[in-house]
């Protein structure tokens, strides 16, 4: 017989095929084999944290290993079957049953900034379900996130008896892409990334669950905690080296308490860069096009810095700053490319406004509209109502880091894919069903 892949495919069309057998195998086997696949997946990620960890870092050069370990060790968290409670309506007519159903085959694009725990996390949600999954992962991380759909796979195999209940293609591409997308086994999309894959996904023609782009804003007013808001906001910032797109991007201080603020940021370790250095290193983050040679106008983030230490980032603004430094700060005004762009490095940019109602405006405009995540410091439940109201973010945290958002810190489950862009929010096994009615007329109702 010919060799296994273990769900890695040199042809989409070959792992959308695989996937929807694998379907059927699940669909016989119920909820039981649902349940076994989790546990695997969840272990097989606790157990090879370390290991895992260090292997997308080698591959993505991006990040964070603690942080990486961290992401692989919280999917012990992410819900599973559980989370599908059936909806039942009695009365005089009989009974009705609404069930959270699968959709069959879901195609999923998974991002470079976690892979593997966004695959994972994926994989959780989707099976509890009662979906299979085909993979189309970033290039530039597609050799770890293949070896783990191997590990998984080949544990699937051995424990639960079906083969491809997660399938990917070996060497994504856009033409991967747009194979699996088109493929009639393919009955939804999940796309984790950028505006670019968000936007493709949209014309597609099928139902997509779009985790897009974000630009988190925090702000901090005259009645925060200012020691504990500075411990917050380099909390998140320096996470994973601010990869997480709930990460904190920009802050947007009150005057009166901006001096303490900043004394705080020092008194915890993060770096302040002069106008100068600030200036450097804006140059070395991003690249300007020239809006009247038919250009781009507004600034492009430099990918060679995305995700880089802080330590790097501060040669790059001519500064050496001591080993395990995690996060520079710099005050800037509204208009700085740092506070308007999503730059994802551990560097934040910090804004003084007049008042709440001043940093509410700037809050707003640099978050564009993505609906994404935002953030306050502040002990003034008027000031936390009208910045939610605001800024109508998926998640919105008051006075904790932007970890507390998805269960780290504070209440509720974690995921990878944050459904911004179509409204699903953090998603959830939930998400990826279709609810289906059963009507019985006169009869089972037993009173």
Not at 183 to 197: D, F, S
Not at 199 to 208: C, E, N, V
Not at 369 to 376: A, L, Q
Request: with cysteine.
């Amino acid at each position: 017989s010919k060799p296994r892949n273990f769900g890695v495919f040199q042809d989409a069309n070959d792992a959308c095929s695989a996937a929807a057998d694998a379907f059927r195998q699940l669909s016989e086997k119920g909820v039981a084999a649902r349940k076994r696949i989790i546990d695997i997946v969840k272990t097989l990620c606790d157990k090879n944290a370390a290991e895992w960890g260090r292997i997308e870092l080698e591959e993505t050069k991006i990040g964070r290993l603690d942080h990486k370990i961290e992401k692989l060790k919280s999917l012990r968290s992410v819900p599973g079957v559980e989370f599908l409670h059936p909806d039942g309506f009695s009365g005089d007519h009989g009974i009705t049953l609404e069930e959270y159903a699968p959709f069959g085959v879901i195609g999923a694009v998974t991002p470079s900034t976690h892979s593997i725990p966004t695959l994972a996390c994926n994989v959780i949600s989707m099976v509890a379900a009662g979906n299979t999954v085909v993979f189309n992962a970033h290039p530039n991380a597609c050799k770890c996130a293949a070896m783990a759909v191997r590990v998984f796979n080949e544990a699937i195999l051995s424990e639960v008896g079906i083969e491809n209940v997660i399938t990917m293609v070996e060497q994504p591409t856009l033409d991967s892409f747009k194979a699996i997308c088109s493929n009639e086994h393919v009955r939804l999309l999940c796309v984790t990334g950028g505006p670019g894959v968000v936007k493709a996904a949209m014309q597609t023609g099928k139902r997509a669950i779009c985790a897009g782009p974000g630009n988190p804003p925090v702000l901090v007013d005259e009645t925060a905690d200012i020691e504990k808001a500075a411990k917050c906001i380099i909390q998140g910032a320096a996470y994973d080296n601010n990869l997480l797109c709930i990460g904190e991007k920009e802050v947007f201080v009150v005057a009166s308490v901006a001096d303490k603020l900043i004394s705080a940021f020092k008194q915890n370790g993060a770096v302040e860069l002069n106008q100068s250095q600030l200036d450097r290193l804006t140059k070395a983050a991003f690249k300007f096009g020239d809006a009247s040679a038919g250009g781009c106008a507004h600034a492009v983030v430099n990918k060679e810095l995305i995700g880089k230490d802080a330590v790097i980032l501060a040669r790059y603004a001519g500064l050496e700053v001591p080993a395990g430094t995690e996060l520079l700060f710099a005050e800037t005004d509204a208009s700085n490319p740092f506070v308007q762009e999503e730059q994802m490095m551990p560097f934040i940019p910090v804004v003084r406004v007049r008042d709440v109602d001043e940093g509410i405006e700037l809050a707003k405009q640099a978050e564009h509209s993505y609906r994404h995540t935002s953030i306050i410091h502040s002990r003034n439940v008027a000031n936390m109502t009208a910045m939610g109201r605001a800024l109508e973010t998926a998640i919105f945290i008051k006075n904790g880091s932007c970890l507390a958002g998805l269960g780290n810190g504070g209440e509720g489950y974690p995921s990878f894919s944050i459904a911004t862009t179509t409204g699903e929010g953090i998603t959830n096994p939930r998400t990826f069903t279709r609810v289906r009615r059963c009507v019985m007329v006169d009869n089972l109702r037993i009173f």
